[in-house]
């Protein structure tokens, strides 16, 4: 009689000891810059490189110019670490960077620094006190000799090479650029590249990680090519700046949804008036919905630009009008806007624009919160409302124009500009998700438009088909892009730039996507930023404030998701050797890891969104947002057992396979993008 009491004590207990143990994650990582040699948050090295590979490991950056402020020991205290990547020796205050950075080595904190420490010399070439550069050699347990260096590479050559961390991407030849003689003093640092001198025999420990961080000596984190300019790794980071912060923390993921790759398409509003090339009547905005936007099943986010109706004839607008609201009526696309007169340039000192509407003045409200409005009141049908705006021209937003969006909860989006081929091969094309301006954030798109790939739209004009490229080298070898099909309305213009564009659709409709709009992709990465991460005991984390965000990836995990004990999970799996955790729409999960097989039904794999996801003795019941077909894989269920699947109104008789695995695919007959509700029930 007194079970219940007891069990529900022990509940309560459980729970209190859980919570008890919870700290929070440190997720962020402090970039400190020169403000000389960068006068803005994404003008300097580690945004321009270290950066995507840091938030692709789970991290945030903020960002501090060190000649201006030095953080406090109390702000330092929600970093996970420290990264420099100065482009030279000197800064102002370099005696009272050096004795800062000395004092948070000493109080624990990890600095990797790349190239140069940046603080030998002051703003006029003075040289820092002798006992302050010591002090900082004691603690990043380093002996350097500047007077022993060289930058010809006939005198250099290397004694040690670990290729897996420093030839990541191209291999040493005979250009090696630099030569410091510099040692770590730590007995356990590894030492990744060691160089000597040869006419002196002194060596350089020129790439290591010790116990206070790491170390990149200059010219030896990437290689550059003199003759065209191409760009390559020679560090690995994603291996090299994990292994300094020693984390394993789970990784926020804006690639994947319930385990496939996410997917989104987007059209700028450029061009929707241009008359095609291909009968020299038809508007191309009109070939793009023919032949494009009501034939393909997967989900585009399609803008306007409301100048190109107010600037055209009466009888023109009408027409374009017309045109824009049977695209947004397609069950298929989502309506965004390209503003009202288009900056090309948004900084307000050489502000220009491409479209000068009667009466119309510009101010972040008009032009962002104005189109919109225009755009709901005129052409989007009843439950269709628009919240979405695709930065135009440079897609450089000032300070002003990013508050607007800011605070008006607008999902903004535009720039950065992905490309990594043959022209560009290398991930350091790859950039990161975002910017800031002044602590504001803009959210970058994922891919680049057909103007990268056409000479801005000179020729060739099939050349965005090349986007294909980029799109598997950042899925292939490892995963660290979403995939974005990226033009615009003056792609109408030609056979070949159409069919450029359905066969990048066609392809990814053959890979394993989870479709979403572009709106969406906006809020995924807005939850990469604000999701907190708890530390629940040994294996254990809570996830909060994700927003959208969907996936938490484990790098080198070979534990499962404990089912039972986890909440707010759907299910997992692996890929390239990451684990993928899939997160149901709750406010909060747990995720509880073992090293024992799933018993319980869980989500392995979905072509799309999950909603409503519920496990009963009755079966599983859930709901999938889907376009064109119907994909889902579910684990931990009884083996060679056949289950009942019913979706989209349709019954399936489908036997498990010898692993408890069901895998269910169904073609879908029309192209809604829409919830479908599914139940699966064992029969026997």
């Not at 109080?107 to 010399?121: H, L, P, S, V, W």
Request: charged share 25%; net charge neutral.
């Amino acid at each position: 009689m007194f079970r219940p009491k007891i069990l529900f004590l022990l509940i309560i207990s459980s729970l209190v000891c859980v919570n008890s143990f919870a700290s929070e994650v440190k997720r962020s990582i402090l970039a400190v810059v020169d403000g000389e040699e960068a006068v803005s948050e994404s003008s300097n090295l580690i945004f321009k490189s270290a950066a995507m590979p840091l938030y692709h490991i789970g991290y945030t950056i903020d960002y501090v110019d060190v000649t201006r402020r030095l953080p406090p020991d109390e702000e330092m205290k929600k970093y996970a670490g420290i990264i420099s990547w100065f482009m030279d020796n000197k800064m102002k205050g370099a005696a009272s960077y050096a004795k800062w950075l000395t004092r948070q080595l000493n109080n624990g904190y990890k600095a990797i620094i790349i190239d140069q420490f940046g603080f030998q010399f002051d703003e006029n070439l003075r040289p820092i006190p002798e006992e302050v550069m010591r002090d900082f050699q004691k603690a990043f347990r380093i002996e350097a000799g500047s007077q022993d260096e060289t930058d010809i590479s006939m005198l250099i050559e290397a004694v040690h090479i670990d290729p897996a961390m420093v030839e990541f991407e191209r291999k040493f030849k005979n250009d090696l650029p630099y030569f410091m003689n510099i040692k770590t003093l730590d007995k356990n640092a590894k030492v990744f590249l060691k160089l000597k001198r040869k006419e002196t025999g002194s060596t350089s420990d020129a790439v290591f990680i010790n116990s206070r961080g790491g170390f990149v000596l200059s010219g030896y984190a990437s290689y550059l090519n003199l003759t065209n300019y191409q760009k390559r790794w020679w560090i690995d980071p994603f291996k090299f700046f994990p292994e300094v912060f020693d984390t394993k923390m789970p990784k926020p993921d804006v690639t994947t949804i319930n385990g496939s790759r996410i997917f989104f398409a987007q059209i700028d509003g450029d061009g929707l008036e241009n008359i095609s090339k291909i009968d020299g009547k038809t508007y191309s905005s009109k070939m793009i919905y023919d032949r494009i936007l009501s034939q393909v099943r997967l989900p585009t986010s399609v803008s306007v630009i409301v100048g190109s109706f107010l600037s055209s004839g009466k009888e023109a607008s009408k027409e374009l009008r017309s045109i824009a609201k049977n695209m947004f009526s397609l069950p298929n696309v989502e309506a965004a806007s390209h503003g009202i007169a288009h900056p090309l340039i948004w900084d307000k000192a050489k502000r220009k624009v491409a479209y000068k509407p009667s009466g119309y003045e510009y101010s972040p409200e008009n032009e962002i919160g104005g189109s919109i409005k225009y755009i709901n009141e005129n052409l989007v049908p009843d439950g269709k409302k628009t919240n979405t705006f695709f930065w135009t021209g440079d897609c450089r937003p000032d300070y002003d124009a990013l508050k607007y969006v800011t605070d008006n909860g607008i999902l903004a989006l535009n720039g950065g500009d992905t490309r990594f081929d043959r022209q560009f091969p290398s991930y350091l094309y790859v950039p990161p998700p975002f910017r800031y301006v002044n602590g504001l954030r803009q959210n970058f798109t994922v891919g680049a438009n057909e103007d990268l790939y056409t000479k801005n739209w000179e020729g060739p004009f099939y050349a965005q088909k090349y986007a294909l490229e980029t799109y598997k080298n950042t899925e292939f070898p490892m995963r660290v892009r979403a995939i974005d099909i990226y033009y615009h309305f003056y792609t109408g213009e030609h056979d070949i730039s159409i069919d450029s564009i359905k066969s990048l659709y066609d392809w990814a409709e053959s890979q394993d996507v989870s479709p979403i709009y572009a709106s969406d992709y906006v809020g995924v990465v807005n939850g990469m930023i604000t999701t907190k991460i708890e530390e629940l005991g040994v294996n254990g984390w809570r996830i909060k404030n994700n927003n959208v965000l969907r996936t938490i990836r484990f790098d080198n995990e070979k534990n499962n998701v404990d089912m039972k004990r986890s909440k707010g999970v759907l299910g997992f799996n692996r890929y390239q050797g990451s684990l993928y955790v899939h997160l149901d729409n709750g406010k909060e999960s747990d995720i509880f890891l073992t090293g024992a097989h799933a018993t319980a039904p869980y989500l392995v794999k979905a072509a799309g969104s999950i909603k409503d996801w519920a496990v009963s003795n009755g079966g599983i019941s859930f709901k999938l947002r889907a376009i064109g077909r119907l994909s889902f894989v579910i684990g931990g269920l009884s083996a060679d057992s056949t289950f009942k699947v019913t979706a989209d109104k349709r019954v399936s008789s489908i036997r498990a396979d010898k692993n408890g695995e069901l895998k269910f695919n169904l073609d879908l007959p029309d192209i809604r993008f829409d919830w479908v509700e599914i139940t699966v029930k064992q029969t026997h």
